[in-house]
């Protein structure tokens, strides 16, 4: 049986049957009785997909919904899991059938990513949510903690919120709309954006929602700048 304590103590998990890790790192090639990784990276995935959504909401409050996404998928898209398996050396566990090995010497990426996403369904059904919880945030923390959040958003009124809440003390903008001009075919909104009791800048636009997000794009450049 193959010897898996030092893949073990990379992704710092020690299995109680380690046949199921045996199962995650089985590709599909290799057509045995007992099965291949796919129904694991099936539920890997989810489960990775889970713990790196909740990571992000609980450490940053203030992010859209669109921004949480975006850095999601910057997290565990296929080149980043790719990555992680080559640092975790996961090709030299890799069970592949031999007519496999013959054309394809070293595994693609795509083997690889789904053997590691394979391996966190291992993990949840050997020994629960947080055990998959732990070694999912030890190999991925500080891809979340080092989030570029200002460059991921394309929402000024989140960026806006995001600086403030950190500048001072929770703060949190607040709009009021100043004037709506024009026939309804060409209605022009404007709006200001207060921080604090100080009213920081104003936006326009063609609607309530554009001005306002108008407003925060002109307050954090004046705000950054």
């Known amino acids: 049986m193959t010897d898996f304590s030092k893949l073990e103590a990379r992704i710092g998990t020690t299995f109680k049957d380690t046949q199921?890790?045996?199962?995650a790192l089985t590709h599909p090639s290799c057509d045995l009785e007992t099965g291949d990784n796919q129904r694991l990276e099936f539920l890997g995935d989810a489960v990775l997909?889970?713990?790196?959504?909740?990571?992000?909401?609980?450490?940053?409050?203030?992010?859209?919904?669109?921004?949480?996404?975006?850095?999601?998928?910057?997290?565990?898209?296929?080149?980043?899991?790719?990555?992680?398996?080559?640092?975790?050396?996961?090709?030299?566990f890799l069970q592949v059938s031999e007519g496999h090995r013959e054309h394809h010497p070293e595994p693609s990426h795509a083997m690889l990513e789904d053997a590691l996403e394979a391996i966190f369904g291992a993990i949840f059904l050997d020994s629960g949510m947080d055990a998959a919880r732990r070694t999912i945030l030890t190999l991925f923390g500080d891809r979340i903690a080092d989030a570029d959040i200002s460059n991921l958003s394309k929402n000024p009124k989140g960026r806006l919120q995001e600086w403030a809440q950190k500048t001072y003390n929770g703060a949190t903008p607040s709009y009021q709309e100043l004037s709506a001009e024009g026939p309804d075919h060409d209605r022009r909104y404007r709006a200001s954006v207060t921080i604090d009791g100080t009213v920081v800048a104003?936006?326009?636009?063609?609607?309530?929602?554009?001005?306002?997000?108008?407003?925060?794009?002109?307050?954090?450049?004046?705000?950054?700048d």
């Open 49 to 92: 997909d889970l713990v790196i959504a909740e990571a992000l909401y609980t450490s940053y409050p203030s992010i859209d919904e669109g921004t949480m996404d975006r850095l999601r998928a910057n997290i565990v898209n296929g080149k980043s899991l790719a990555n992680k398996a080559v640092e975790l050396n996961l090709g030299a």
């Open 202 to 224: 104003e936006g326009s636009g063609t609607s309530k929602k554009i001005a306002e997000s108008d407003a925060a794009k002109k307050a954090l450049k004046q705000l950054l």
């Open 20 to 23: 199921q890790l045996a199962l």
